[in-house]
């Protein structure tokens, strides 16, 4: 079984800089590294719907940024340590949210930056979220 577990979240000023970490356990599943899996990265703000922050795929490290956060946030993964990162830079208050890390395997990517991750609804793992509070 394939666990995720999002950490990093804290409280920051505004234009201070957290990291996020998600660490993958249960690899190989059922034959597949975690490497055979995109990385999404999405959050929640009290009251509204869960959107995608930013994506990378299982290879080729094609990204995807939802335009709010291009320029200030940056995803990485390093798939030997079997883990994700995503660097916020910049915060701003409207970043306050939870943020939670989820996987979705390669054959089932989008064909567009936007799609590689897409939907939650994409996703086929979640980790439980890490908090992030920006606030002066």
């Known amino acids: 079984e394939v666990q995720l577990q999002a950490s990093g979240g804290g409280l920051v000023q505004p234009g201070g800089s957290l990291r996020l970490s998600c660490a993958a356990g249960g690899f190989p599943f059922e034959g597949f590294a975690f490497g055979d899996y995109a990385v999404g990265w999405f959050r929640q703000a009290p009251g509204k719907e869960r959107e995608q922050v930013s994506c990378?795929?299982?290879?080729?490290?094609?990204?995807y940024y939802t335009d709010s956060v291009k320029g200030r946030f940056t995803i990485s993964r390093d798939n030997a340590k079997n883990t994700a990162y995503l660097q916020m830079n910049s915060l701003e208050v409207e970043d306050t949210a939870v943020y939670y890390c989820?996987?979705?395997?390669?054959?089932?990517?989008?064909?567009?930056?936007?799609?590689?991750?897409?939907?939650?609804?994409?996703?086929?793992?979640w980790g439980k979220g890490t908090l992030v509070t920006v606030s002066s």
């Open positions: 989820a996987v979705r395997p390669r054959w089932s990517e989008g064909a567009t930056t936007a799609t590689i991750c897409g939907a939650h609804s994409n996703m086929d793992y």
């Open positions: 990378i795929a299982s290879v080729g490290g094609i990204t």
